[in-house]
């Protein structure tokens, strides 16, 4: 079956880093294009970049681009993403997910991780 | 960049209910839309894609039309379990989702 586990999150101070991680398993990871989406608390769903199956293209929210970074390691079926300059609006779960169909584009996400909280605060 | 939104942003109904929750594009998306369901403290749960698809695994009773920039999603008669926030989302350049609507109990 499969499995995505976030990990990573924590409390950061504004100006921080953080890197989250997710743990992929019970698919083909070298085979999708992979996501984060974030949801702030009580608020809506908001994606945050994309990354393609083999790592070559990636794309990003405007309001995290130039301080995110997505990141893969098919190796490791993991996924990564690096978060710098974090700021209080950055607070947020984050989920990794799956793109439903194998390869190019972009496709609706059939399995999301759990979450991993992310607090940026002084 | 291509904006969302739903409306209406909350629903009250009951149980037996046939409940539409529109959502419309900033721009055309043809029909590069998805449906989800969330429930507190959980992750999303894709209900239908390219507008009308339905998940494997998700009761008849959940549909989904439109193309273009405006859309649906229909339950046909709502149970206990539906109770919940839909999201829709255009995946026809990167992604964006909508505001949300919350389904509650009247």
């Known amino acids: 079956q499969v499995q995505l586990v976030e990990s990573g999150g924590g409390v950061v101070q504004p100006g921080g880093s953080l890197r989250l991680s997710c743990a992929a398993s019970?698919?083909?990871?070298?085979?999708?294009?992979l996501h984060w989406v974030r949801q702030a608390p009580g608020k809506g769903l908001k994606w945050v970049a994309f990354?393609?199956?083999?790592?070559?293209?990636?794309f990003y929210a405007d309001s995290v681009k130039g301080r995110f970074t997505i990141s893969r390691d098919n190796s490791k079926n993991t996924l990564y993403l690096q978060m710098n300059s974090l700021r209080a609006e950055d607070t947020a779960v984050y989920y990794c997910?799956?793109?439903?169909?194998?390869?190019?584009?972009?496709?609706?996400?059939?399995?999301w991780g759990q979450g991993s909280l992310v607090t940026v605060s002084s | 960049d291509i904006q969302m939104t739903q409306s209406p942003s909350t629903l009250s109904a009951s149980v037996g209910d046939r409940v539409t929750i529109t959502c419309r594009a900033s721009?055309?998306?043809?029909?590069?839309l998805a449906w989800y369901q969330q429930k507190p403290g959980k992750a999303p749960n894709l209900l239908i894609y390219?507008?009308?698809s339905l998940e494997s695994g998700v009761p008849s009773r959940f549909s989904g039309s439109g193309s273009g920039t405006e859309f649906t999603l229909t339950i046909s008669s709502l149970q206990p379990d539906d109770f919940a926030t839909y999201y829709c989302?255009?995946?026809?350049?990167?992604?964006?989702f909508g505001p949300g609507t919350k389904v509650d109990i009247k």
């Open positions: 997910a799956k793109q439903k169909k194998t390869y190019t584009g972009v496709h609706p996400f059939d399995y």
């Open positions: 019970g698919f083909t990871f070298n085979m999708y294009g």
């Open positions: 990354i393609r199956y083999d790592g070559s293209d990636k």
């Open positions: 721009q055309s998306i043809s029909d590069w």
């Open positions: 390219k507008a009308s």
């Open positions: 989302q255009q995946y026809n350049s990167y992604s964006t």
